[in-house]
């Protein structure tokens, strides 16, 4: 018996050394208390997130890639057959023109031609449509060119396209002319895609007296005018009450209007109006030199 006693401690003893490894490997495999939870937090407030994985290659060049630009300009209109609008300038309808510069624009000039004769062709309206499309695309400058009306030209013209400049032509068309206008700009608005949120109204020789008369009289709302070779008019009630604009008169000095225009320019600046005056060696007509010098001006007005 003595001698068994010695085999029988040692079997005790690898016993508990198994046993007490398990115990304490099922100890720490059991699930924490609700209070060492609380304590860690992970408990109290809602779960984090999964850490996201990371993306491919192919998706991360997707994601990294930038947003192709939208169309410019947005739509085309419908195709127009018309003896107004001359090559280089597309048809908005049967009496309007327009030109888009190459890239988006929210700035739009509505011009104003002078007195042009009955016909496919002539060099009065070649001329003009020539030169607000190229110094408008220069400016990056939206443009329409809608068309007067007949009856409307000086004595001895009568056949020819023409607008009210003043006294009871004005108050009979005006009112027409700028609701017209309002309905052209939709609907470049609507080929282009885009608002013009601003809008210069000019002319040259009948146009700028016209552009003159609307300014004068309150009758469009633009943010800036031009009259070039041409423009003239006398201070009216409705002048004291506008908010000033911006207003270029540009003239030849080879041209008669000088001294019309002049007037114009101290009739504007008599009611706080900006006005810049240029005069250059040219004749009449519509010359890109004084729509260079307007959107300039225009501009500068735009950022005091």
């Known amino acids: 018996m003595r001698g068994a006693a010695p085999g029988l401690w040692i079997t005790r003893l690898i016993t508990a050394l198994v046993i007490v490894p398990c115990a304490c490997n099922s100890a720490a495999d059991a699930p924490r208390s609700k209070r060492a939870l609380a304590h860690d937090g992970a408990a109290l407030g809602p779960a984090a997130p999964r850490s996201a994985p990371r993306p491919t290659a192919s998706v991360t060049a997707a994601t990294s890639a930038q947003p192709e630009q939208a169309p410019w300009p947005r739509a085309r209109p419908p195709r127009v057959e018309t003896d107004w609008c001359i090559d280089g300038v597309d048809a908005l309808d049967e009496e309007t023109c327009y030109a888009l510069p190459d890239a988006p624009t ?147 000095s080879h041209d008669a209007v000088g001294r019309s225009a002049r007037g114009l320019a101290g009739v504007l600046r008599g009611a706080g109006w900006p006005v810049r005056v240029a005069e250059h060696p040219v004749g009449h007509g519509a010359k890109e030199i004084y729509l260079d010098e307007a959107f300039a001006f225009w501009r500068e007005h735009e950022a005091r």
């Open 106 to 252: 929210r700035a739009l000039l509505i011009y104003l031609h002078g007195i042009v004769p009955p016909g496919k062709e002539s060099q009065q309206k070649t001329n003009f449509e020539m030169v607000v499309a190229r110094a408008s695309r220069r400016a990056g400058v939206a443009t329409l060119m809608p068309r007067g009306k007949v009856g409307l030209a000086p004595k001895g013209y009568a056949s020819w396209w023409g607008w009210p400049t003043g006294g009871p032509a004005y108050d009979k068309h005006a009112a027409a002319f700028v609701a017209t206008f309002a309905e052209k700009r939709r609907k470049l608005e609507e080929i282009a895609g885009v608002r013009f949120s601003r809008v210069y109204v000019a002319g040259s020789s009948s146009g700028a007296f016209f552009a003159a008369a609307l300014a004068l009289r309150g009758g469009i709302n633009a943010d800036g005018f031009g009259a070039m070779s041409g423009g003239g008019g006398q201070a009216t009630p409705e002048l004291a009450t506008l908010e000033p604009r911006p207003f270029y008169i540009g003239f030849g």
